[in-house]
């Protein structure tokens, strides 16, 4: 999580820090500027809260506070451009003008990712990957297409991955699940898990230990951090129904799964261009 959404999620927050957090967020721009003992007194609160506060977000003190907040601001503001991500065009548009929105909404999509998805994050999910002996990837719809291409890659330097959106069977593909594997759910929405079928993958990999993480763009996450081991999210700013077609969805849900891979394959550099050279090999005979 960035710094903005664990702020918003207040995850473990004490009712003080929740104030701190509270103020903190809506007085975002002004932050730079204040002092310490300033945030204290216009958040009624105390200057050893709010170094507690900075410490539950993972920060040594406000001063790396202040830095990592003006940081994602001055990243979402640079990402910001007067284009709909929901019709980014219009029915009298020239060929010329579409192709520019697009290009245009795929940049905007790559921009927001960046600024807003935490390295943390995407760092944690490779090493587990790295020590998992299979990965399951569970998504429907437009998002089965980018977690196969995934899959796809992680093979091809060695890493087995399960489809389990293959010919719709999540049960069979979660029955041979266990305690060493990682279990990724991929949903921009996240109403997936509003699915009987994905409810029941999920008590199963509980039950069999399996480790479970989740990317997505879903706004209120609380309820899933108490199930999945990892959660990596993105923004949501493309709208679930009436979009022209989700480009800014999946073009996020690609980002995030390459920046995955290319961690991963940078753990162990030499081992993963041999793996790849020997299978792309294989595929040019």
Do not use: W
């Not at 009298?92 to 940049?107: D, F, P, W």
């Not at 010919?167 to 060493?180: C, K, L, M």
């Not at 479970?212 to 209120?220: G, Q, V």
């Amino acid at each position: 999580m960035t710094l903005i959404e664990q702020l918003k999620a207040k995850r473990d927050f004490s009712q003080g820090e929740r104030v701190i957090a509270d103020y903190i967020l809506h007085h975002a721009d002004q932050i730079a500027h204040m002092t310490i003992s300033e945030l204290a007194a216009a958040s009624y609160s105390s200057k050893s809260a709010v170094v507690r506060l900075c410490r539950k977000v993972g920060l040594s003190g406000y001063r790396d506070l202040r830095v990592k907040l003006v940081t994602e601001l001055e990243r979402r503001r640079a990402s910001l451009s007067n284009i709909d991500v929901d019709m980014p065009f219009t029915e009298r548009e020239s060929c010329a003008t579409i192709m520019r929105s697009v290009a245009e909404l795929q940049r905007e999509a790559l921009e927001s990712c960046y600024g807003s998805v935490s390295p943390e994050a995407i760092d944690r999910l490779a090493l587990t990957i790295a020590q998992a002996a299979h990965v399951i990837t569970y998504a429907v719809g437009d998002t089965c297409l980018a977690t196969q291409l995934f899959g796809s890659m992680l093979s091809k330097i060695g890493k087995p991955c399960i489809d389990a959106a293959v010919r719709a069977d999540f049960i069979a593909a979660t029955s041979t699940s266990g305690p060493s594997d990682l279990a990724l759910f991929v949903s921009y929405s996240g109403r997936v898990f509003q699915m009987d079928a994905f409810r029941a993958c999920l008590e199963m990999l509980r039950e069999r230990g399996c480790k479970l993480a989740l990317i997505t763009a879903a706004e209120d996450v609380s309820d899933d951090e108490r199930t999945f081991d990892q959660i990596i999210t993105f923004p949501a700013t493309e709208r679930l129904i009436g979009a022209v077609g989700p480009f800014y969805s999946q073009e996020c849900i690609r980002y995030v799964l390459n920046c995955v891979y290319a961690r991963l394959y940078a753990l162990d550099y030499a081992q993963s261009a041999q793996a790849k050279t020997y299978i792309d090999g294989l595929l040019d005979r």
